[in-house]
């Protein structure tokens, strides 16, 4: 299941999911008359293996976060596993959207970000660009963290038995995100696994 702006990455992911025959619900919450007491939310996410929303979601509007916060709240209790992708969009909060994603850190399960998105990390956390993963990893205990650099193919991917690199020839976000949550379930969550999801 898929929430966020109509816009978004998460929706182009959704909907190219849905397209090659899996099962996906996608939720518009990037309208700011979203009221997300009329959607069923929960009844979507059970027997879901993933919540799909992005960073961004916390920093518009108000009904945008309250529906992702919700969302997140109610995937935890029905045993859906949490994705953040670290979107860079304009217009929004970023104070606020990742001080949203931090209060909630323990309920996601994999976050991913191209080489941009772990640089507003960085400067959000006041750390080295080099140490985000890890920070995410030990002191967030996210158990997958996927870094993108989207120019070369570059990936590097922490995870609770240590970090993989490479090169994937999934060169954007959308593709590397889209095969890792097809993949990621049948891994196993090993070392080999992990690399297979990502395709290096």
Known sequence: MGLGSNDGIAMQMVADLGASGHDCTWFNAGDENFDHSKF?????????????IEASSFGKSESAA??????????????AKTVVIVDERENMDSDRAWGSIVERIRQIGFISMTSEGRSWIARLEGVDEKSVGDLLRSRGLVSIVAILDVHNGG????HSLGVETGVSDSRSMQSLVSRMLLNLPSSSYSNEGIRRSAGI
């Open 66 to 79: 309250s529906a992702t916060g919700a969302a997140m709240v109610f995937a935890e209790l029905e045993g």
């Open 155 to 158: 990936v590097e991917i922490h």
């Open 40 to 52: 069923d939310v929960r009844s979507s996410l059970s027997g879901a293996h993933w919540l799909l």
